[in-house]
């Protein structure tokens, strides 16, 4: 659909006729139910529109419907709607709910997505101006890291003072406030190698674009650039976006609020229909770099904005938003809102006392068989972690009881070992450029391909500023190897040919076994001993078939990448739901179990130590938007000792418990330990990850696009480039002339073939070698 068709005209407003009034007074069926103020928000279609309000006010219900008015009315088609959500579920959701509103499925929403999918989208359309290939991969973090740390060993830094993982961190940083290298700010450059931040920063961006790769960062910074860079693209963008909507306002970075200002705008420079709701309260994302200020701007941002305020909670029972709204009101910096549900009281929120995690894991289970047992669904049921270390008890626990359940928020299985192994096989097929995932399962299962063919192989590719396997490809022609390892090497390349000639006949459903099978990785697992090595054999049977969905290779890698809670959805099967508190933004659930809420992990002690108040206040919002998750009853606990790192700790309960209002709490009895609340000290060792979508990385990369094999177009460009370097550049070596090769001594050049030479060895007589390896003596 091109941007420029004519729009479709808005309905005529009614007139002053009968039939016109009785039409009027017939509103439509999705528009029942709301509130007056949720209804002034649904039908102001034209212009900005904040609808700023608490937790479970219909914020989202707003938007929805908003969505299926425009639809219905004939405002816009689906596709010339951008609309935001802060989950792929949330937006699958939306999708799904806009549907039955209108009565008929919804197609064409092409723009419905979380900002990652949606810059993406517009990457893959724009590559080129970015400087990349339509095929680009999309590297998750650990890819990232590695792929720094070889950034600063190259450079000669030293990685145990300045490690990778503090400068990935840095670089999304700058990235998130729309940071490209050099406007990296002199002082922030120092925080990294003595000033070398913004260097080794432009050193990444560069290796990516060698790699034909970006990060998740890059997916909006990368964007923003294109739209500023070129007029046109934007034009295009803001006059097919007729309608922007976006959810969870309050956790829009500098980048994403940037891109949606350019965005929202029209061709004229006047705010366009944008309309954001969020809540103030619930900014859970501080430490990522979200800004609450963009929501307190906005009125600034979009002159003439209409700011609906919602006031009345439609999800949770009386005590539980007594609760909820008491401990947030600790917090100082809030605009402060009145919360108010016409519901009943409803049971108190529960607060318990375990000895230990273990039978906090225990009590939690029991009480969900309880309430099984009473006929609540296990889907109504949800139990949500500060951190993620946190799930694995409760995991061993639902796995003992032979309870269902889901995790949620972070695609688990995708991260397992196996299955990043496979993937890398399916990444290299796809897209043989793609270095980290050639670099994981070169040697894996072992061929004899070890650190000594890869120092090689990556001399060769830095130099030439090529991929490995292409770097690989003209290492073998030559004797730079060892003949065994250059037999192995020689020999996983014909098995990626041969794989690549059956991409296009064979469906990848069969070919991914194959792959496994050839490659010995699925014999690497039998031939393991250890106790986990059948499970793993069962994930990869998995693995083949989660991708029957999807029409190719190609399509699956894309949806891994961008999928944050892939679990979930295909079974039909009732599950209770686990997931970290900063993935259960937005959800709701009849039962929620609060685990954990003791100093050091709940208030986290790293939020405490790196940000003081702010972190405290942070933490508070996230105890608020757990609690309001919960609609028909919420559950507090705490250890009394907690097992970090092999050693016990004794532990204090929260302060958010002490900060709870008396009045709407029940203290439980629970087994072993009488709630012996304040005794013994702790203080949690902070090595424990913030819980987040991003410390359980669903993003795996991927290639949206069959890349053609690395011996015909893309690479033989690349190959045109080394061969155009060695014949006429700095490495021009002429027959005859004396070497020296750090392997092979030193020699006398016989024959050269592009950047192949035949040198005569005076102790290991004739080699074919790469130029590259060779100095002039
Ligand atoms: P959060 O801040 O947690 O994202 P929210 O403001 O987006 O919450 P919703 O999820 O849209 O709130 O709504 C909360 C619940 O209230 C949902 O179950 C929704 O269907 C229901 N709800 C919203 N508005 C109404 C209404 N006018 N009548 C009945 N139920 C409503
Ligand atoms: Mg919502």
């Not at 003992?400 to 990444?427: H, K, N, S």
């Not at 037999?487 to 006949?505: A, G, I, T, Y």
């Not at 686990?578 to 986290?604: I, N, Q, R």
């Not at 940000?611 to 606990?637: C, D, F, P, Q, W």
Request: charged share 30%; glycine share 8%; aromatic share 8%.
């Amino acid at each position: 659909m091109s941007a420029r068709n004519a729009p479709l005209e808005p309905p005529a407003p009614p007139q002053g006729g009968i039939a016109a009034r009785a039409r009027a007074a017939a509103a439509p069926p999705y528009l029942d139910g709301l509130n007056p103020e949720q209804r002034e928000a649904v039908e102001t279609t034209d212009g900005p529109v904040l609808v700023l309000a608490g937790a479970g006010t219909g914020k989202t219900r707003v938007l929805t419907t908003r969505i299926a008015h425009i639809l219905a009315t004939g405002r816009a088609r689906p596709g010339q709607i951008l609309a935001v959500t802060f989950t792929n579920k949330a937006a699958r959701e939306m999708k799904h709910r806009i549907g039955s509103l209108i009565g008929q499925s919804v197609e064409g929403m092409a723009w419905l997505g979380t900002f990652h999918a949606i810059g993406v989208k517009i990457l893959r359309t724009h590559a080129e101006l970015a400087g990349l290939k339509r095929n680009f991969t999309i590297l998750d973090t650990d890819d990232q890291i590695r792929l720094l740390k070889q950034i600063i060993q190259a450079e000669n830094i030293d990685d145990k003072r300045w490690p990778a993982r503090q400068l990935a961190s840095h670089i999304d940083g700058w990235k998130n406030r729309g940071m490209t290298p050099d406007k990296v700010p002199q002082g922030e450059a120092f925080a990294f190698a003595n000033g070398r931040g913004a260097e080794l920063y432009q050193m990444y961006q560069d290796r990516l674009r060698v790699l034909n790769a970006v990060d998740f960062g890059d997916l909006l910074l990368e964007t923003l650039d294109i739209l500023h860079k070129h007029p046109d693209v934007l034009a295009e963008y803001q006059r097919r976006f007729r309608y922007v909507l976006v959810d969870e306002y309050q956790d829009t970075n500098v980048v994403q609020y940037l891109w949606l200002k350019l965005l929202a705008r029209r061709e004229d420079g006047n705010p366009g229909n944008i309309a954001c709701v969020g809540d103030d309260d619930q900014s859970i994302y501080g430490w990522r770099g979200a800004d609450v200020d963009n929501i307190l701007r906005f009125e600034k941002d979009f002159p003439g904005a209409k700011v609906v305020r919602l006031e009345r909670n439609y999800r949770s029972k009386a005590h539980i938003l007594t609760a909820a709204s008491h401990l947030i009101a600790h917090n100082e910096g809030r605009l402060g809102k009145t919360l108010h549900t016409d519901d009943d009281d409803g049971e108190k929120v529960m607060v318990a006392c375990a000895w230990d995690s273990e039978e906090e894991a225990r009590l939690i289970g029991e009480e969900i068989e309880r309430l099984q047992r009473g006929g609540e669904s296990l889907n109504e049921i949800a139990i949500l972690v500060r951190a993620s270390f946190q799930m694995r008890e409760f995991e061993d626990r639902f796995v003992t009881l032979g309870l269902p359940y889901r995790v949620i928020g972070g695609p688990r299985f995708y991260e397992r070992a196996e299955i990043r192994d496979a993937m890398a096989y399916f990444r290299v097929l796809v897209q043989p450029a793609d270095d980290l995932a050639f670099e994981r399962i070169v040697n894996t299962p072992r061929r004899g391909l070890g650190d000594a063919t890869l120092k090689i192989l990556h001399a060769y590719a830095r130099a030439n500023s090529v991929p490995l396997i292409q770097a690989a490809a003209v290492i073998i022609e030559t004797e730079e190897l060892k003949p065994k390892p250059r037999k192995s090497l020689r020999d996983v390349l014909d098995m990626f040919e041969r794989w690549r000639n059956e991409l296009d006949s064979t469906a990848h459903t069969e070919l991914a076994p194959i792959i496994l099978d050839e490659s010995g990785y699925t014999q690497m697992w039998l031939d393991d001993k250890s106790p986990d090595a059948p499970g793993r054999l069962e994930n990869l049977k998995e693995l083949v078939r989660s991708m029957e969905p999807y029409e190719s290779m190609a399509g699956f890698l894309e949806h891994v990448s961008l999928v944050m809670d892939a679990e979930t959805g295909a079974e039909q099967e009732e599950k209770v739901s686990l997931m970290t508190l900063h993935s259960a933004k937005g959800l709701e659930f009849d039962t929620v179990f609060l685990p954990g809420w003791e100093e050091g992990l709940f208030p986290h002690q790293r939020a405490l130590d790196e940000s003081g108040k702010s972190g405290l206040e942070e933490e508070r919002r996230l105890a608020y938007v757990g609690i309001t998750r919960a609609k028909e009853r919420a559950r507090l606990y705490f250890a009394s000792n907690r097992r970090i790192h092999g050693l016990w700790q004794s532990s204090i309960p929260s302060r958010f418990l002490d900060e709870l209002p008396a009045s709407a709490v029940e203290v439980a009895e629970t087994g072993s330990v009488s709630g012996n609340w304040g005794y013994g000290a702790s203080r949690f060792d902070n090595r424990e990850s913030f819980s987040s979508p991003y410390d359980t990385p669903g993003w795996q990369r991927a290639q949206s696009r069959k890349a053609s094999g690395y011996r015909t177009s893309q690479p033989r460009m690349i190959e045109g480039e080394i061969i155009a370097r060695s014949s006429g550049g700095a490495s021009a070596f002429e027959k005859g002339e004396r070497v020296f090769h750090q392997k092979f001594g030193y020699g006398k050049i016989m024959s050269i073939d592009g950047n192949k030479m035949t040198v005569d060895f005076e102790k290991a007589g004739s080699k074919r070698v790469i130029d590259s390896f060779l100095e002039k003596q």
